[in-house]
Each structure stands twice: as structure tokens, then as C-alpha cells.
């Protein structure tokens, strides 16, 4: 499985500016492609503007603003996609999905399914989790684990601005439901993003920094400190693998076992909450095939079992951070 573009020519954006272009040219190469969500429209464009300008540019009848009800803008796409349009609903924060969970997991994963192949189902539901902006308990969680034990449904988790924009065109796409899940605190950063038309095939994990001695497996704004906390233990010296998972389902578990089966050492980080979180999963697949050749036991990095706080504190106590991967990288390095 290989990126493809039709350009080699790429433009510093940011990762909110990736979402919005994938968007954009989305809907200008394919009528049926349309926005369904609270708020989309301009002037506002979103809660973080990723939609500014695409009503003003395709119209209202392609960019939908809806009530605040996730059931209904959730419900309305899965109409739409059985009908053989391409919607991209929008749950504004990922706490919302809850609120849905019946028109996605007992409707759009089923769909395929239940009509012995005839249904397609080419629905992407883009939500943010809003974790790391002080945005409380009921607006901070990272639920992506609970969608990936959806037999139907594809979860697309990415990382930066290229990957944005590559994966969230594939997810347009695809004839199956996709849960794309962006993170807030990402939406700033800025990186080359390809010219044109670009997509990164669904279930491709990608090797961002190669190292020999520990290998850590993650996704989302989690491979931000990951990166980091490969740079830091270097100096001790412990040369670190990165790889970013970018989907979880599908699992891209040769990129992963053939990373760890050369290092022989690995950590498993997300900020959703460690315990029965996705990295249980990696980890699992990388004790059942490499146990005999592991020089330690896989560790994994991930918030505390407990409701996030507001203030910045709790906040702190509860998040994962670049330390807490630094002390993991440590531990199974002296191993």
C-alpha cells in the first residue's frame, strides 16, 4: 500500500488548513460528497473553523448546518449514504458520540452486512476530541476504543497536516463508514502538505523516526510526544522507533511486529485512558507473536482511570505526557 498524489509539489499548512483543502476538493471532484453538522456554514465555519468558506464556495444545500442533535445529524448521513451520497457528518466533540452511538454502530456498521453486500455505506463522521484545553470532563475524553470494537466500522487517527489531508480523502472514499478523529491541540501545527489530490491508503502505518533499541506505537497527538521523548533519551544513549499507527482499524500489525521484532522492545502510548484502552490490543498482538524474542515486557502509556478535570492540574494528573513516555522507554531499554 503506497501514497498517492498527483503532484510532488507540497504547501505549508496547517493542520486545520489539510482538513478543510481535503474537504474542499473533495466535494469539488464528486457532487454527492456533502457537510452535515451544528454549526458548519459561514461566517462561523465550525467551532475551529475547519469548514470556513466551503459554503460560501459549494453552497448551503452542500454544507448543512443541523440542530444540536448528534442522533440526527448522524442519522440524516446514514440516510443520505444508503441513498448513495458521500456525507461527512461532523459530532462536534467526541463526548458526543455517545449520544449517536445507535445510528453508527446498530445502523451504519451493519449495513454492509445485513444486506448480504447490496448496501454500501460511505458515511465519514469527523469528530475532535478537545482533551489538553481545560474543556472538563465531559469534553475531554478519547473514545476512539470504543469504535474500534465495531466489526464495520474503519477508525483514522491523524497525526499531522500531510496525514490529515491524505487520510480523511481516502475516508471520503470509501464505500465503508469511516470514524475520522482529529485532535484540538493539532490543529495549529504546520507541516508540507501535497499539492492536489492525495490519499494515504487506510490501514498503513507509518515509521516516523527509525531507531534499533525501543520501538513506541502510537497515534494521534500522542506521536508529538513520543517524538520528543525519542529525542530526549537519546542522549543516554537509547535510539528510539516511532511508528504512527494512523488507523486503528484497519490494524497495520506487519508494520508493527516488524518494527518490534527488531528492536525486541516496546511501548504502547495514547492519552485515551490506559486501562482497556486501544494499546491492550497492540499489545496483545505483539505479546501472542513475539513473546520468545521480547527482551521486556511491552509497556503501556496512557491516561489514568479517571474522569478529566478542568483545571490545568487535574488536568496533568490524569493526561499521559512526554515524561511519562520517557520513564516507559527507560524502563524497558534496562531491561
Known amino acids: 500500500m503506497i501514497e498517492t498524489a498527483v503532484s510532488d509539489a507540497t504547501t505549508t499548512r496547517s493542520m486545520r488548513q489539510a482538513l478543510n483543502l ?4 473533495a466535494m469539488a471532484a464528486d457532487p454527492t460528497v456533502f457537510l452535515i453538522g451544528e454549526d458548519l456554514a459561514d461566517p462561523g465555519g465550525g467551532i475551529s473553523q475547519v469548514t470556513k468558506g ?10 448543512r448546518d443541523t440542530p444540536i442533535s448528534e442522533a440526527a445529524i448522524v442519522g440524516a448521513a446514514v440516510g443520505a449514504a444508503a441513498m448513495g ?7 462536534m466533540i467526541m463526548d458526543f458520540v455517545s449520544i449517536a452511538l445507535d445510528q453508527l454502530v446498530n445502523h451504519a456498521a451493519k449495513a454492509r452486512f445485513m444486506s448480504g453486500g447490496l448496501l454500501t455505506m460511505p458515511l465519514t463522521l ?5 482533551g489538553g484545553l481545560g474543556s472538563g470532563a465531559t469534553h475531554s475524553q478519547t473514545l476512539e476504543s470504543w469504535l474500534a470494537h465495531v466489526p464495520g466500522l474503519k477508525v483514522v487517527v491523524p497525526s499531522c497536516p500531510a496525514d490529515a489531508k491524505g487520510l480523511l480523502t481516502s475516508c471520503i472514499f470509501d464505500d465503508d463508514p469511516c470514524v475520522f478523529v482529529e485532535n484540538v491541540v493539532l490543529y495549529g501545527t504546520k507541516g508540507p502538505v501535497p499539492d492536489g489530490e492525495y490519499r494515504i491508503p487506510l490501514g498503513a502505518a507509518h515509521v516516523k523516526r527509525a531507531g534499533t533499541d525501543v520501538t513506541v506505537l502510537t497515534y494521534g497527538r500522542t506521536v508529538r510526544d513520543a517524538l520528543a521523548a525519542a529525542e530526549q533519551v537519546a542522549a543516554d544513549p537509547i535510539d528510539v522507533e516511532v511508528v504512527d499507527l494512523r488507523t486503528l482499524v484497519p490494524f497495520d500489525a506487519e508494520t508493527v511486529l516488524r518494527s518490534v521484532a527488531r528492536t525486541r522492545r516496546a511501548v504502547v502510548a495514547h492519552h485515551a485512558t490506559r486501562f482497556v484502552g486501544f494499546g491492550a490490543e497492540v499489545a496483545s498482538v505483539i505479546n501472542e507473536e513475539l513473546f520468545g524474542e521480547l527482551e521486556a515486557p511491552v509497556r503501556r502509556v496512557g491516561a489514568r482511570f479517571a474522569p478529566v478535570g478542568s483545571a490545568a492540574t487535574l488536568e496533568a494528573a490524569v493526561m499521559p505526557s512526554v515524561a511519562t513516555i520517557v520513564d516507559a522507554i527507560r524502563d524497558v531499554a534496562a531491561r
Open 54 to 63: 466551503l459554503s460560501t464556495k459549494h453552497g448551503s444545500d452542500r454544507v
Open 126 to 130: 469527523r469528530t475532535a476530541v478537545f
Open 22 to 25: 481535503a474537504l474542499d476538493e
Open 85 to 91: 451520497m458521500r456525507p461527512v457528518a461532523e459530532v
